[in-house]
């Protein structure tokens, strides 16, 4: 059969676009449909900012959508490979995710100027326990300059959850001054109760009154009272 040289270029053409293009197919029956939904997460170094990707299907084609969230997301290309997942920002970080379990991911988030920072999602899966998300604020007992204390549930679901703690100068019982830190960590959720460990102690902090209230306590005996915060 004879074809034009320039219908058999376009052909070519179109050919490699195809083979080129770095969204990926998905299917009902695919292994990437774990991957379709809503993630939240973070990159440890940012305190702040929440980081959220969304991910479904087009068309049969995976497409994302990245930003800080709650403010204005963009689509983004997306590439695949078995339990692997590869993008670059609207800001071209790029981000290099792997799949821990069916509902987070861990990573690297790579600025275009700077060091690669970690970084970590999860899936919204719609099984937050009523009142355990949020932030609360409070001081802790005891001592001449105990410390004010902040706690985050960015995540969490029937058995995991992913918190934000912070803390403001304070004084030990010994009168020595402690600086000001924070951290981001797993947590285990049994119920209204929250727990997680720090370097130096064992923190457990049970939701009140529909989540408006936080009672917490920890190795040394020490209790605190936090009220939710508004975001």
């Given at each position: 059969?004879?074809?034009?040289?320039?219908?058999?270029?376009?052909?070519?053409?179109?050919?490699?676009?195809?083979?080129?293009?770095?969204?990926?197919?998905?299917?009902?029956?695919?292994?990437?449909?774990?991957?379709?939904?809503?993630?939240?997460?973070?990159?440890?170094?940012?305190?702040?900012?929440?980081?959220?990707?969304?991910?479904?299907?087009?068309?049969?084609?995976?497409?994302?959508?990245?930003?800080?969230?709650?403010?204005?997301?963009?689509e983004i290309s997306v590439q695949i490979a078995g339990d692997k997942?590869?993008?670059?920002?609207?800001?071209?970080?790029?981000?290099?995710?792997?799949?821990?379990?069916?509902?987070?991911?861990?990573?690297?988030?790579?600025?275009?100027?700077?060091?690669?920072?970690?970084?970590?999602?999860?899936?919204?899966?719609?099984?937050?326990?009523?009142?355990?998300?949020?932030?609360?604020?409070?001081?802790?007992?005891?001592?001449?300059?105990?410390?004010?204390?902040?706690?985050?549930?960015?995540?969490?679901?029937?058995?995991?959850?992913?918190?934000?703690y912070a803390w403001s100068e304070w004084?030990?019982?010994?009168?020595?001054?402690?600086?000001?830190?924070?951290?981001?960590?797993?947590?285990?959720?049994?119920?209204?109760?929250?727990?997680?460990?720090?370097?130096?102690?064992?923190?457990?902090?049970?939701?009140?009154?529909?989540?408006?209230?936080?009672?917490?306590?920890?190795?040394?005996?020490?209790?605190?009272?936090?009220?939710?915060?508004?975001?």
């Open positions: 059969m004879f074809f034009p040289n320039g219908l058999l270029l376009c052909f070519f053409f179109v050919l490699v676009l195809i083979l080129s293009s770095p969204n990926v197919s998905v299917s009902a029956d695919d292994q990437w449909t774990w991957i379709i939904g809503k993630w939240t997460g973070t990159v440890f170094a940012d305190k702040e900012n929440l980081r959220s990707l969304e991910l479904f299907s087009r068309n049969g084609v995976v497409i994302g959508m990245y930003g800080i969230a709650g403010g204005i997301m963009k997942i590869e993008f670059d920002t609207p800001a071209n970080s790029r981000v290099i995710l792997n799949k821990v379990h069916a509902t987070r991911m861990d990573g690297t988030f790579t600025p275009t100027s700077g060091k690669t920072l970690d970084v970590r999602l999860w899936k919204d899966t719609h099984k937050t326990p009523a009142g355990i998300a949020g932030r609360w604020e409070g001081r802790w007992g005891g001592g001449s300059n105990p410390a004010t204390c902040q706690l985050v549930v960015e995540f969490a679901d029937d058995t995991n959850a992913s918190i934000f004084t030990d019982p010994s009168g020595n001054t402690r600086k000001p830190g924070w951290y981001r960590k797993d947590a285990k959720v049994d119920g209204n109760k929250i727990s997680f460990k720090s370097r130096t102690a064992t923190f457990s902090f049970k939701i009140r009154d529909n989540g408006d209230r936080v009672e917490g306590e920890n190795d040394d005996e020490n209790s605190i009272t936090m009220f939710r915060k508004s975001p």
